[in-house]
Nanobody, 114 residues
Framework: QVQLVESGGGLVQAGGSLRLSCAAS????????MGWYRQAPGKQRELVAR???????NYADSVKGRFTISRDNAKNTVYLQMNSLKPEDTAVYYC????????WGQGTQVTVSS
């Protein structure tokens, strides 16, 4: 089993920065892809960023150039550095990892004020 614990959410002003962390723990030796989804009220769930075990990354067009995903394989932790935040980034952010099946974090609220 794998457990994901998220941290780093909060309230920031537009133009500010925030870093989300998601640590995976459990009876695992390695994890394949990890990433972040987000969901705002009334909006479709959106894949924000993804990073493979080899470090290959993918970003949603809406965040490309502003967000950076990274991972520390030794810690089984994925990060999302969010810069130049906009009110449109306001959402609940969920991390996930793939290890035989897909596991999800509990979600962390990111609110960007204008």
């Amino acid at each position: 089993q794998v457990q994901l614990v998220e941290s780093g959410g909060g309230l920031v002003q537009a133009g500010g920065s925030l870093r989300l962390s998601c640590a995976a723990s459990g009876s695992i030796f390695s994890i394949n892809a990890m990433g972040w989804y987000r969901q705002a009220p009334g909006k479709q769930r959106e894949l924000v960023a993804r990073i493979s075990s080899g470090g290959s990354t993918n970003y949603a067009d809406s965040v490309k150039g502003r967000f950076t995903i990274s991972r520390d394989n030794a810690k089984n932790t994925v990060y999302l550095q969010m810069n130049s935040l906009k009110p449109e980034d306001t959402a609940v952010y969920y991390c996930y990892c793939n290890y035989l099946t897909t596991y999800w974090g509990q979600g962390t609220q990111v609110t960007v004020s204008s």
